[in-house]
């Protein structure tokens, strides 16, 4: 392809990362966003925010399709994230990576048992989410399995 002054141009691919970010507390979800930013690696797409407040937004995100990474609050109510997290991965196939965000690190058992492939406990540290989903995205983007990452 050339523009009008006969220089060649070329067509960037722009890649998107399609990320939910679920918690029924407003600041927990800016705290993600803020933390991972809108391109939180060089190899990797920008992000686009999916904002979910409630359990519902979450399933019908994930019903639509291309997400991959649901970071989930397992402290939101009235539906937790862990059991969000159950759910998704006891009846999709191809349930995105999830990443999910508990109280406190004793906590990971519940994180084990929901089949979370990544946790982070509160409060958020940022390197350490940006660390675990970056890891995620990569493995989704590669096609590779998603392999339990619970620190």
């Known amino acids: 392809m050339s ?35 809108r391109r939180p690696a060089p190899d990797l797409g920008r992000v686009e925010w999916v904002e979910c407040s409630t359990g519902e937004q979450v ?30 991965k006891d ?12 109280a406190r690190r004793p906590d990971a058992w519940l994180a084990t048992w929901s089949q979370a492939d990544g946790v982070v406990a509160h409060p958020i540290d940022a390197p350490e989410l940006v660390s675990v989903a970056t890891g995620l995205l990569r493995r989704r983007e590669a096609g590779e399995p998603v392999r339990r990452a619970l620190h």
Not at 17 to 33: F, G, M, N, T
Not at 59 to 85: M, S, Y
Not at 91 to 102: F, M, S
């Open 3 to 37: 523009d009008s002054h006969g220089a060649a141009t070329t067509e960037v691919e722009v890649r998107t990362c399609s990320v939910i970010v679920y918690s029924d507390d407003a600041a927990v979800r800016d705290q993600v966003r803020t933390a991972l930013g």
């Open 91 to 102: 009846e999709l196939r191809d349930c995105p990576p999830v990443l999910l965000l508990i």
């Open 59 to 88: 399933v019908r995100a994930v019903d639509a399709g291309d997400v991959d990474l649901a970071i989930l609050d397992g402290e939101a109510w009235p539906t937790g994230g862990i059991g969000l997290a159950k759910q998704m």
